[in-house]
Each structure stands twice: as structure tokens, then as C-alpha cells.
């Protein structure tokens, strides 16, 4: 079953915010929402996780909405090197909380 | 450098053939995971262990099996190739359940 929804794609001008989207609207309570993303062909990179308070760290903001049923990863100042494929995923925090990776975003920085 | 350490990092075998991937997770870390990414595809679960004990199962073939060893280390076998076998395989780790898992750079598999 998908958790998540994600648009295939998405370009974004270098320098600019990237903002990704992710819709997580059967979200439960003790469920976290994490960022991955994977560039070319290289292992997954972790870049944010949060579970209903807003997160910011070195790479990126994640901003979870009040209900929780969707959430905005936004990198703040997009370069060529952020191309790559990102991943929101959904993970229990107890039972079942295997970390499940869907068809992500496929984000194009262009200069 | 993640720290996770997959080997070898490419495998050439034959159809029905039997090969072994392995993953040194990071020093510390409890849980490890398997994924595979065929061609252009995304990256599917297989399995995922802590502490050497199976955690949870995602699609993974009965051809296929892993296990953890005491020294945390984790080997993925997979046996009877077939040609749709030919794929990345990755391997990550985390210190526990719900913490930030750590990507291997991947094995790539070819069967011919």
C-alpha cells in the first residue's frame, strides 16, 4: 500500500528554493515522515525526518502541515549538485516501521 | 563516505548460479537493510534485520535470504539467478529501529 504520494517530477533555477512536496494524508499518529534522496545511481542519502514539529538541519527544512497529512521539503538555495531523486517516506514507530521507498520526485536544478 | 561497506562491488555470474553480497554497517550500528534497484526502477525492500534478528520482511524471493551475524555484519544470498536478478543491491544501517539509516554505495549485480 502507498503512504505517500509525490509528483513524478519537478525543475527548479539554481539558487532558488526547492520546494517538494509530499501528501501523507492516512498518516497515523506514531508515524514519521523521512526524506531521502538518491543521486544517479549511488545509495540513498538521508535528509531530514520529522514528526509533526517543523525540522531544519544543515540540507534542508521540512515542514509538516497541522494535520500532518502532508509535508514540504524545501531546499533553501538549490545548486546542480541537488539532482536527484527524493523520497518521502512513512515510518511507524513501533510495529512495521520497515523503511519503504515509492517512486519519489525526480528534481532537475537548471542553471 | 557513508560508512556502510558493500562488497564486492560488481558481481558477473551466470544464470542459475548461487553469489553472496555482503555489508559491514557502520561501527555501532544495530539494524541493517536490503534493497534491490533494478534497472531505471525504484529501490524495493527485501529485508531488514536487528541485532540479528529478522525484523521485518519486504518482497524478497524465496530464492533469496540474509541473515545478521553476532559481529553485526549482514550477507544477502541469492541463489538460482535468473536474468531479472541483474540490479543494484543495497545495503543500509542505523544504530536503532527509527533512526537515520546510512546507505551503501550498492552491489551490481549482472546476470548473464
Known amino acids: 500500500d502507498a503512504k505517500t504520494t509525490q509528483p513524478p517530477s519537478m525543475d527548479c533555477a539554481e539558487g532558488r528554493a526547492a520546494n517538494l512536496p509530499c501528501n501523507h494524508s492516512?498518516?497515523?499518529?506514531?508515524?514519521?515522515v523521512y526524506w531521502y534522496r538518491q543521486i544517479h545511481s549511488q545509495g540513498p542519502q538521508y535528509i531530514i525526518h520529522?514528526?509533526?514539529n517543523n525540522e531544519t538541519n544543515e540540507m534542508a527544512s521540512l515542514i509538516i502541515t497541522e494535520d500532518r497529512k502532508s509535508s514540504t521539503l524545501i531546499l533553501p538555495h538549490a545548486t546542480l549538485r541537488d539532482t536527484a531523486v527524493y523520497y518521502c517516506i512513512v515510518r511507524a514507530a513501533y510495529n512495521n516501521n520497515d523503511m519503504r521507498f515509492g517512486a519519489g520526485t525526480r528534481l532537475t536544478v537548471k542553471p | 563516505d557513508s560508512g556502510v561497506t558493500q562488497t564486492p562491488k560488481h558481481l558477473i555470474t551466470a544464470t542459475g548460479q548461487r553469489v553472496t553480497l555482503r555489508c559491514s554497517p557502520r561501527s555501532g550500528d544495530l539494524s541493517v537493510y536490503w534493497y534491490q534497484q533494478s534497472l531505471d526502477q525504484g529501490l524495493q525492500f527485501l529485508i531488514q534485520y536487528y541485532n540479528g534478528e529478522e525484523r521485518a520482511k519486504g518482497n524478497i524471493l524465496e530464492r533469496f535470504s540474509a541473515q545478521q551475524f553476532p559481529d553485526l555484519h549482514s550477507e544477502l544470498n541469492l541463489s538460482s539467478l535468473e536474468l531479472g536478478d541483474s540490479a543494484l543491491y543495497f545495503c543500509?544501517?542505523?544504530?536503532?529501529?527509527?533512526?537515520?539509516?546510512?546507505f551503501g554505495q550498492g552491489t551490481r549485480l549482472t546476470v548473464v
Open positions: 492516512t498518516i497515523s499518529g506514531n508515524e514519521y
Open positions: 543500509a544501517s542505523s544504530v536503532a529501529i527509527l533512526t537515520e539509516a546510512f
Open positions: 520529522g514528526l509533526k
